[in-house]
């Protein structure tokens, strides 16, 4: 049971070196598609603005390709 314990906690310590680099790609990841939804919502409004409804509904088909 003490071996399976000291096995417990090196392995935790390894997990808590590399946290930081695995944080960091989680942030990168979440930033980049932050980055992309806003991205959508202002196509979407864009295409929302537009008057004529022909025009409009091809600006909105083209966001969902």
Do not use: C, T
């Amino acid at each position: 049971m003490e071996n399976n314990e000291l096995s417990v906690i090196d392995n935790s310590i390894e997990v808590f070196r590399g946290g930081g680099a695995i944080i960091q790609v989680h942030k990168n990841r979440a930033a980049l598609a932050l980055k992309a939804a806003g991205s959508i919502l202002q196509a979407w409004d864009d295409a929302y603005a537009i008057p004529d409804p022909k025009q409009r509904a091809e600006a909105l088909a083209a966001i969902d390709v």
